[in-house]
């Protein structure tokens, strides 16, 4: 890739869909609506995510309209579905409610690990697929199971770096990169970011975008932590596109004896 600063003509393409902000924000578990909208002003997000079993999109005076004077987009989630059908009625009921045909596709195997059930989750892909919708799949750190994602039509894919909330950013960067190296779909972090440099790490890993909830919305300082991670995936987005050095077992003068470096 041409390495290059200006971060104005790197937008991040899904689907038909264009965004300047490579960091998705997730709306739920803030304290307040006034730390939500304060939080998402100062993260650039352009497109959140909403979980339609915890809100009610007709209610005013509710999460719905924080979201609309922000002006950002929705990206409507099935957090709290354990089984595909489960998930796909979600889907269908937040494409009615929501008027969008996009979204994160969540189908959990338990509720101690809220991890992904893989089986479950490739099922719901495809027939919601099928069905019309643009689908962005959270799923496990799989580089098998991302690609069978990818394959059903997938639009994206979703791996997470560590469980949701645990704010242990990324457990399996091995795992994550052959998922970034073999996707010819954008790729998103999702789940475990705890803190700027968890968003970054990702970032320079070549992923596309990362989207994270709790880091932000449960931090001491909601707005600083957001902006914190706004900075952190630009400077690891800009790492990335500037090529890193590779890493080396001895030392190597930085000056050279005479002349300049032999590249
Ligand atoms: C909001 C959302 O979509 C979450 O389900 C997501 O997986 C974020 O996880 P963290 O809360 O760990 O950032």
Redesign the pocket.
């Known amino acids: 890739m041409a390495a290059t600063s200006d971060t104005n003509t790197d937008v991040l393409t899904i689907a038909d869909k264009t965004l300047s902000s490579r960091l998705l924000l ?1 709306t ?1 578990g803030f304290r307040s609506l006034d730390a939500l909208a304060g939080a998402l002003a100062v993260s650039g997000s352009e497109l959140v ?1 909403v979980a339609l079993r915890r809100i009610d999109p007709g209610q005013h005076g509710s999460i719905v309209d924080v979201l609309d004077r922000a002006g950002v987009q929705l990206l409507p ?1 099935t ?1 709290g579905c354990f089984t595909a059908r489960d998930a796909v009625l979600t889907a269908k009921m937040a494409r009615e409610a929501f008027e969008t045909n996009w979204v ?1 596709l ?1 189908v959990i195997g338990d509720e101690r690990t809220l991890l992904p059930d893989a089986p479950a989750l490739l099922e719901a892909a495809e027939e919601l697929v099928d069905d019309g919708f643009v689908v962005l799949p ?1 799923t496990n750190d799989d580089p098998i199971l991302a690609r069978r994602l990818e394959d059903v039509g997938c639009a994206a894919v979703m791996p997470l770096g560590s469980p ?3 704010g242990m950013g990324l457990l399996n960067t091995y795992n994550l990169r052959l998922i970034r190296e073999r996707a010819g779909v954008p790729v998103i972090l ?4 705890g803190t700027a440099s968890d968003a970054a790490l990702a970032m320079e890993l070549g992923f596309d975008a990362v ?5 932000v919305s449960r931090a001491e300082e909601p707005e600083t932590m957001a902006r914190a991670i706004r900075l952190g995936v630009e400077a690891g987005r800009l790492a990335y596109r500037a090529g890193r050095i590779p890493r080396r077992l001895y030392a190597q003068a930085s000056t050279p004896d005479e002349g300049f470096p032999e590249y």
């Open positions: 997730g739920g995510t989630n957090a994160k969540e959270y949701i909330g645990s999702d789940a475990g970011v989207l994270c909830a709790t880091a």
